[in-house]
């Protein structure tokens, strides 16, 4: 399972927060040299016409649009700064859930061999439905709103975290066990202090899996499902034909993806696997 | 020509007592052991050691060698606790093998580290993983400091492990293994992964710590010559299943010069004995 | 996401059956009870029999205003293999050909860096826009959801390639273009195969997503259009379709696939611990 997943994240934090060895004022532009020139073709075509505003809006209409949205709120898209923070609290939340049953569970499934081979075949069922099929679902038991968006991010999260704590639990190199009960440790002691942190790259690859994956539900779930929060600001914006707030609300998405990811998981990777010398270079 | 003729029976010179008031004071018994592995995938038999007794005295240094397969591994893992036998018993200080335990510290041939502690915080795990533990050292951090200076890594107490070289690793295993006060110290091939330079030291090193502590270890190995450097009594084991061919004793001061007339004599004894074993596992 | 039991190895024999057969009988038992009891009304918490029935009925076309089950799983089908088609053709070269000549076309890979953090999902209005409701759109999210894990897969299988053989490589003199074909794309199969099987699973999961919201056919419509007849179980045998397929395709399309290239090469699937 690790084998697909993490391979994705080396890719992604990698190519995302590029060579940090090569920051230099040419080394940037020579990275980034396209990007600039693709905006400045943008605003320029946009401005001339050449890119009718249905299509794609200049990028300082964009921004415009974003800062007036964050300043006052549209009668009919709301406020920015509010549909951030409900989008944010419910993906918190519902990760956060996710993470309370989902890694309890796994550590239990991945220690005792019985309950695993109970368990396993429910959530090799489980898991290959994606958390937004669960949708119309969710709907009918919960109705619209946060209730319905939070548990689907809780359902879109728990599969990628159980089998990354599953895993992560059954491949420690077995001389850990070993050299830890020669020292006559509880089970207690083994269980926390040896075969949760050996496990604990795989875990936190799981987390992050799970972490991506409730980032992509929330935008889906808050599009159909709800009337608050950055989902439901893109469809309404859909609705009125307002691309510029389409797009302003893509690179807000993104971006705090992407931050998240790097102040969080970057942060929690380099404290842990990191300092200890236990990650694998590529 | 050799002077000396290899037995065709299986003990050599230095035989077990047989005498039950002589080995009241041995550290280690093992009696009769034979262990059997059964495959679950097939149900094929393989027979690792056969009726194996042996006698270790506390304070002695005691080699296993023999060639792969032997079942050397096997018996310490059975000394250790990791397998049972599947016949005959262990004793360790007069009671009987169970399970793992802290009495009998383990050093492995992969240091097995606990990557995500500090050398600080391996050598005092043991002290503090159990309750019985606790109890004997109420103050851990005085041995574990005192462990730590034993095997000369002073100043190396907060690095992590996947920082440190493959020989200074196996100084902190050793010292993990040494910290609560074992009866005992098992070792298999633990300078196995070494460069030959850096093995060498740590043969020193080890013979060091020992003579500083005089703990009873059983130690492992396939090399002849570090047999003879370090042991005592050297047990031979034929090739599969596993009985003890030889037992040699060596009484040659340390530190040895392995270039000590009675030590080569011993060298290439010992390398005869083995060669007829290699050839029956190539067989 | 590999699912057999390799990855989670248990004891052999027939006891093996015997647990998960006896924690699924006990679920199912579970849930028969549930609905019996009335736990929560018939319309929103079926029997299993009455799902399986529906699943039934619903393959047959015997749905009140729908067409059979499998003409719509058939169109979802066809959807995803189209965008997932159009997406490994353009990803898997553009990723080989970025990571074989890294230097080259460092600036090309800039605007994927920007784009790639969006979630596909986010997209969807934006496509909505620019195609409007119905097949262009479902298609290009589709794509769009395949291409990222085609393209970084492959173009972190290239970049690590064993610098042993790209130094044999250079010392025998090879040119850019047997170095591209003969070391570099057979070298880093097992990440493309990685990548495809995660881009084809990620194309599953926008497929089903993009259909609730914006088609008038398949599997996505069939539950969204259940759930605005209140009919539960119609929705939970739409949802169970979908996972089986999800399940099904990429254990053996993509198991076989992999037995038949890297596995017969003796290389090991692109581990990464």
């Given at each position: 399972m690790s084998s697909d997943g993490s391979l994705l994240i080396a890719?992604?934090?990698?190519?995302?927060?590029?060579?940090?060895?090569t920051t230099t004022g040419k080394h940037l532009f020579r990275r980034y040299w396209l990007v600039i020139a693709i905006l400045i073709v943008w605003e320029l075509a946009a401005r001339y016409g050449y890119l009718p505003r249905a299509v794609l809006p200049a990028p300082s209409t964009v921004a415009q649009?974003?800062?007036?949205?964050?300043?006052?709120?549209?009668?009919?898209?709301?406020?920015?700064?509010?549909?951030?923070?409900?989008?944010?609290?419910?993906?918190?939340?519902?990760?956060?859930?996710?993470v309370a049953v989902a890694f309890p569970l796994g550590v239990w499934m991945g220690m005792s061999q019985k309950v695993r081979e109970c368990l396993l075949p429910l959530v090799q069922i489980f898991y290959p439905v994606p958390g937004l099929a669960w949708t119309p679902l969710a709907i009918l038991w919960l109705g619209l709103g946060g209730k319905t968006v939070i548990f689907l991010i809780f359902i879109g999260a728990i599969w990628p975290i159980l089998y990354g704590t599953i895993g992560g639990l059954?491949?420690?190199?077995?001389?850990y066990g070993r050299a830890a009960a020669s020292l006559g440790a509880t089970h207690f002691y083994q269980l926390t202090r040896v075969s949760i942190p050996a496990s604990l790259s795989m875990i936190l690859t799981g987390l992050r899996l799970g972490y991506g994956a409730s980032w992509r539900t929330i935008v889906g779930a808050e599009m159909i499902a709800s009337t608050s929060g950055l989902g439901y600001m893109l469809s309404v914006a859909a609705d009125t034909r307002r691309g510029d707030v389409i797009v302003a609300g893509m690179?807000?998405?993104?971006?705090?993806?992407?931050?998240?990811?790097?102040f969080a998981f970057d942060r929690l990777d380099r404290a842990t696997v990191g300092r200890w010398g236990m990650r694998e270079t590529h | 020509m050799m002077p000396w003729k290899v037995s065709p029976s299986p003990v050599g010179e230095y035989d077990v007592p047989k005498d039950?008031?002589?080995?009241?004071?041995?550290?280690?018994?093992?009696?009769?052991?034979?262990?059997v592995f059964t495959s679950t995938t097939n149900g094929r038999r393989v027979e690792a050691l056969q009726e194996v007794s042996l006698h270790v005295e506390t304070g002695e240094f005691v080699c296993l060698l023999g060639p792969s397969g032997c079942?050397?591994?096997?018996?310490?893992?059975?000394?250790?606790?990791?397998?049972?036998?599947?016949?005959?018993?262990?004793?360790?200080?007069?009671h009987r093998v169970s399970g793992p335990g802290p009495d009998r510290g383990y050093v492995f041939q992969e240091p097995a580290l606990f990557d995500w502690m500090s050398v600080w915080g391996n050598v005092k795990f043991g002290l503090v993983c159990n309750p019985d533990t606790r109890k004997r050292f109420p103050d851990p951090d005085k041995q574990v400091q005192q462990c730590i200076e034993l095997v000369g890594l002073k100043g190396f107490e907060h690095t992590f492990p996947n920082f440190l070289s493959g020989g200074m690793k196996q100084r902190v295993a050793i010292a993990r293994a040494l910290a609560p006060d074992p009866d005992m110290l098992l070792m298999d091939e633990p300078f196995g992964a070494l460069d030959a330079q850096t093995r060498y030291l740590m043969q020193g090193a080890l013979l060091e710590i020992w003579e500083r502590t005089r703990k009873t270890i059983v130690f492992v190995t396939h090399s002849i010559e570090e047999a003879v450097f370090l042991a005592d009594r050297v047990v031979v084991m034929t090739a599969r299943p596993g009985k003890i061919k030889w037992i040699d004793r060596i009484q040659v001061c340390r530190p040895r010069d392995l270039s000590d007339m009675s030590l080569m004599e011993t060298r290439a004894r010992l390398f005869e004995l083995i060669g007829t074993e290699m050839k029956e596992t190539e067989a | 996401m590999k699912q057999s039991n390799e990855e989670f190895p248990s004891r052999g024999g027939p006891g093996r059956w015997l647990r998960p057969a006896l924690t699924l009988v006990a679920a199912l038992s579970l849930w028969e009870i549930a609905a019996v009891l009335k736990l929560a009304p018939p319309f929103l918490l079926p029997t299993p029999l009455t799902v399986l029935e529906t699943w039934i009925s619903l393959a047959k076309?015997?749905?009140?205003?729908?067409?059979?089950?499998l003409s719509d799983i058939w169109i979802s089908l066809q959807r995803q293999l189209i965008g997932f088609g159009l997406a490994i053709l353009i990803a898997v070269p553009a990723g080989f050909f970025m990571g074989a000549f890294p230097k080259a076309t460092e600036s090309l890979l800039s605007p994927f860096r920007f784009l790639y953090p969006v979630p596909t999902i986010a997209w969807v209005p934006l496509t909505l826009l620019w195609f409007g409701p119905g097949w262009r759109s479902i298609l290009f999210i589709t794509f769009?959801?395949?291409?990222?894990?085609?393209?970084?897969?492959?173009?972190?299988?290239?970049?690590?390639?064993?610098?042993?053989?790209?130094?044999?490589?250079?010392?025998?003199?090879?040119?850019?273009?047997?170095?591209?074909?003969?070391?570099?794309?057979?070298?880093?199969?097992?990440?493309?195969?990685?990548?495809?099987?995660?881009s084809y699973g990620a194309s599953w999961r926008m497929l089903v997503a993009a259909e609730i919201l914006l088609a008038t056919s398949g599997l996505g419509y069939v539950i969204d259009q259940s759930r605005s007849m209140l009919r539960t179980d119609q929705v939970m045998a739409g949802i169970a379709t979908i996972g089986c397929i999800g399940y099904l395709t990429e254990r053996f399309v993509f198991d076989a696939l992999e037995s038949v290239t890297i596995a017969r090469w003796g290389i090991r699937r692109a581990e990464r611990r």
């Amino acid at each position: 399972m690790s084998s697909d997943g993490s391979l994705l994240i080396a890719a992604e934090s990698d190519l995302l927060t590029g060579n940090r060895h090569t920051t230099t004022g040419k080394h940037l532009f020579r990275r980034y040299w396209l990007v600039i020139a693709i905006l400045i073709v943008w605003e320029l075509a946009a401005r001339y016409g050449y890119l009718p505003r249905a299509v794609l809006p200049a990028p300082s209409t964009v921004a415009q649009s974003a800062a007036s949205l964050t300043a006052h709120r549209d009668p009919a898209l709301g406020s920015l700064p509010d549909h951030l923070l409900r989008s944010l609290g419910r993906q918190l939340l519902g990760f956060g859930l996710a993470v309370a049953v989902a890694f309890p569970l796994g550590v239990w499934m991945g220690m005792s061999q019985k309950v695993r081979e109970c368990l396993l075949p429910l959530v090799q069922i489980f898991y290959p439905v994606p958390g937004l099929a669960w949708t119309p679902l969710a709907i009918l038991w919960l109705g619209l709103g946060g209730k319905t968006v939070i548990f689907l991010i809780f359902i879109g999260a728990i599969w990628p975290i159980l089998y990354g704590t599953i895993g992560g639990l059954q491949n420690i190199r077995p001389h850990y066990g070993r050299a830890a009960a020669s020292l006559g440790a509880t089970h207690f002691y083994q269980l926390t202090r040896v075969s949760i942190p050996a496990s604990l790259s795989m875990i936190l690859t799981g987390l992050r899996l799970g972490y991506g994956a409730s980032w992509r539900t929330i935008v889906g779930a808050e599009m159909i499902a709800s009337t608050s929060g950055l989902g439901y600001m893109l469809s309404v914006a859909a609705d009125t034909r307002r691309g510029d707030v389409i797009v302003a609300g893509m690179i807000i998405i993104g971006a705090l993806g992407f931050l998240i990811e790097y102040f969080a998981f970057d942060r929690l990777d380099r404290a842990t696997v990191g300092r200890w010398g236990m990650r694998e270079t590529h | 020509m050799m002077p000396w003729k290899v037995s065709p029976s299986p003990v050599g010179e230095y035989d077990v007592p047989k005498d039950d008031e002589q080995v009241t004071e041995a550290r280690v018994k093992v009696d009769g052991v034979t262990k059997v592995f059964t495959s679950t995938t097939n149900g094929r038999r393989v027979e690792a050691l056969q009726e194996v007794s042996l006698h270790v005295e506390t304070g002695e240094f005691v080699c296993l060698l023999g060639p792969s397969g032997c079942g050397k591994s096997t018996l310490l893992n059975i000394l250790a606790g990791f397998e049972r036998p599947t016949k005959g018993e262990v004793l360790v200080s007069g009671h009987r093998v169970s399970g793992p335990g802290p009495d009998r510290g383990y050093v492995f041939q992969e240091p097995a580290l606990f990557d995500w502690m500090s050398v600080w915080g391996n050598v005092k795990f043991g002290l503090v993983c159990n309750p019985d533990t606790r109890k004997r050292f109420p103050d851990p951090d005085k041995q574990v400091q005192q462990c730590i200076e034993l095997v000369g890594l002073k100043g190396f107490e907060h690095t992590f492990p996947n920082f440190l070289s493959g020989g200074m690793k196996q100084r902190v295993a050793i010292a993990r293994a040494l910290a609560p006060d074992p009866d005992m110290l098992l070792m298999d091939e633990p300078f196995g992964a070494l460069d030959a330079q850096t093995r060498y030291l740590m043969q020193g090193a080890l013979l060091e710590i020992w003579e500083r502590t005089r703990k009873t270890i059983v130690f492992v190995t396939h090399s002849i010559e570090e047999a003879v450097f370090l042991a005592d009594r050297v047990v031979v084991m034929t090739a599969r299943p596993g009985k003890i061919k030889w037992i040699d004793r060596i009484q040659v001061c340390r530190p040895r010069d392995l270039s000590d007339m009675s030590l080569m004599e011993t060298r290439a004894r010992l390398f005869e004995l083995i060669g007829t074993e290699m050839k029956e596992t190539e067989a | 996401m590999k699912q057999s039991n390799e990855e989670f190895p248990s004891r052999g024999g027939p006891g093996r059956w015997l647990r998960p057969a006896l924690t699924l009988v006990a679920a199912l038992s579970l849930w028969e009870i549930a609905a019996v009891l009335k736990l929560a009304p018939p319309f929103l918490l079926p029997t299993p029999l009455t799902v399986l029935e529906t699943w039934i009925s619903l393959a047959k076309g015997e749905a009140i205003g729908m067409a059979p089950l499998l003409s719509d799983i058939w169109i979802s089908l066809q959807r995803q293999l189209i965008g997932f088609g159009l997406a490994i053709l353009i990803a898997v070269p553009a990723g080989f050909f970025m990571g074989a000549f890294p230097k080259a076309t460092e600036s090309l890979l800039s605007p994927f860096r920007f784009l790639y953090p969006v979630p596909t999902i986010a997209w969807v209005p934006l496509t909505l826009l620019w195609f409007g409701p119905g097949w262009r759109s479902i298609l290009f999210i589709t794509f769009l959801s395949a291409f990222w894990p085609a393209f970084f897969n492959t173009y972190e299988g290239v970049r690590n390639l064993s610098r042993l053989h790209v130094r044999v490589a250079r010392i025998f003199g090879a040119t850019p273009l047997v170095y591209f074909f003969k070391v570099a794309i057979p070298g880093s199969l097992p990440f493309t195969l990685t990548g495809l099987r995660l881009s084809y699973g990620a194309s599953w999961r926008m497929l089903v997503a993009a259909e609730i919201l914006l088609a008038t056919s398949g599997l996505g419509y069939v539950i969204d259009q259940s759930r605005s007849m209140l009919r539960t179980d119609q929705v939970m045998a739409g949802i169970a379709t979908i996972g089986c397929i999800g399940y099904l395709t990429e254990r053996f399309v993509f198991d076989a696939l992999e037995s038949v290239t890297i596995a017969r090469w003796g290389i090991r699937r692109a581990e990464r611990r």
